[in-house]
Every structure is written in C-alpha cells, then in structure tokens.
C-alpha cells in the first residue's frame, strides 16, 4: 500500500500561483507514473498533467503554458506548480500514482481556490 499525501492548496487572488506537492510513503514511488487531476463541484474529476518515471509529461489543454509537473524520485515527492491562476481552476486537486494497472493509488485532495 501505498500513501500519497497532496499538500500546498489554498485560496489564492486569480493570476496568482500556487504548488502543489503530493508526498508518497513508499520508494515505489520511484517506478510509478504519477498524475494530478482535479474535480471542480458539480463536475467530474478531469486529468491535468501526467509524468512518467523517465520524465516524459502529458498536460490537458488548460494546463499547458501554465501547469508544471515534476517529480523528486529521492524525495518521494510529486510537483504541481500552476502560474497565472484563474477562477476556473478552483477545484480540489488530486495525485494519482499508478505502478500498474492493479496498482493505482489517490491521495486525499488537496483545495484550491481561486478567488478576489
């Protein structure tokens, strides 16, 4: 088993930037792709940004251009940092780290609020 723990969320005023950070338990970590989506209310949870274990990225439409993803191997630490925030990303933001397809594993969410 393996635990994930996303932290770094908050309200912040739009334009603005936050990181994110998603702490996983195991080294497994290491070999696992990791993910971070999020789920607006009312809305289902959508993919932002994905990286492999090799460093290989994927990002939604929105997230490009203002999302990174990145990864800390030795940390066991995943990375979410978002610039130029707009209202329409408030949501609550999850990281997904998956080892196989019988292995795939959530944190608890982490709030973001974007908001004057």
């Known amino acids: 088993q393996v635990h994930l723990v996303e932290s770094g969320g908050g309200l912040v005023q739009p334009g603005g930037s936050l990181r994110l950070s998603c702490a996983a338990s195991?080294?497994?970590?290491?070999?696992?792709?990791l993910g971070w989506y999020r789920q607006a209310p009312g809305k289902q949870r959508e993919l932002v940004a994905t990286?492999?274990?090799?460093?290989?990225?994927n990002y939604a439409d929105f997230a490009k251009d203002r999302f990174t993803i990145s990864r800390d191997d030795v940390k066991k630490t995943g990375y979410l940092q978002m610039n130029r925030l707009k209202p329409e990303d408030t949501a609550v933001y999850y990281c997904?780290?998956?080892?196989?397809?019988?292995?795939?594993?959530w944190g608890q969410g982490t709030q973001v609020t974007v908001s004057s």
């Open positions: 195991e080294s497994i970590f290491s070999i696992g792709a």
């Open positions: 990286i492999t274990n090799r460093g290989s990225t």
């Open positions: 997904n780290l998956q080892i196989n397809l019988a292995r795939v594993y």
